[in-house]
């Protein structure tokens, strides 16, 4: 019995220089417009990781972007499609100087579990799988001008038949009637 007492002195993990963590991925659905997790199935899951007690944030997000993005594609795109950070198992931000053997010391936990989250950049964000945000200013402004300078081609037209109906368009109106339809294209895609 002094013999299985002296072996259980002391705290075999604090002289380790590794510890074992979960990294999970989070992605953000543009239709529930929140962070949804990543299931195995489609690439996202559980991964435990023997990590330093040395790596900080940056180094755990590396690794989650090995693990899920692996040669830098996965099932939702490619690694630079979109931004990221890590958190921690409640979702709330790192410190970025907070090494993984700062948390163990912290906060007494058995396991640590952090989370990639990720966020598709709204310039690859098309089909109906994926929504882009909506916003009066996703109309590139080279555009409006486009469809300004052919409501001023027609109104100035002499051989237009009602020169009154075109006059009444104004870059204000175009824009109007712009947004509109990028509303309802909006809307479209979301029942897809």
């Known amino acids: 019995m002094g013999k299985?007492?002296?072996?259980?002195?002391?705290n075999d993990n604090a002289k380790k220089q590794e510890r074992k963590i979960e990294i999970g991925w989070f992605d953000y659905d543009y239709r529930s417009s929140e962070y949804r997790q990543v299931r195995t199935l489609n690439g996202g899951g559980v991964?435990?990781?023997?990590?330093?007690?040395t790596w900080m944030q940056d180094d755990i997000l590396q690794h989650g972007k090995k693990v899920f993005f692996l040669n830098g594609k996965s099932k939702r795109g490619?690694?630079?499609?979109?931004q990221f950070e890590v958190r921690n198992f409640m979702g709330g931000r790192m410190d970025n100087d907070?090494?993984?053997g700062d948390l163990?010391?912290?906060t007494g936990s058995k396991l640590l579990r952090f989370y990639i989250y990720s966020k598709k950049l709204p310039t690859t964000?098309?089909?109906?799988?994926?929504m882009e945000s909506p916003s009066d200013d996703s109309l590139p402004d080279h555009k409006l001008l486009q469809v300004n300078k052919q409501v001023a081609n027609l109104s100035s037209d002499p051989s237009n038949e009602s020169p009154s109906k075109t006059s009444s368009l104004t870059p204000q109106t175009v824009q109007l009637r712009v947004q509109e339809f990028m509303k309802t294209r909006t809307q479209q895609l979301q029942k897809c």
């Open 4 to 10: 299985q007492l002296s072996n259980l002195k002391g």
């Open 47 to 53: 991964r435990y990781i023997n990590a330093p007690k």
């Open 78 to 82: 490619n690694v630079t499609d979109f």
């Open 125 to 130: 964000v098309v089909g109906c799988s994926e």
């Open 98 to 100: 907070c090494t993984i």
């Open 104 to 106: 163990y010391t912290l």
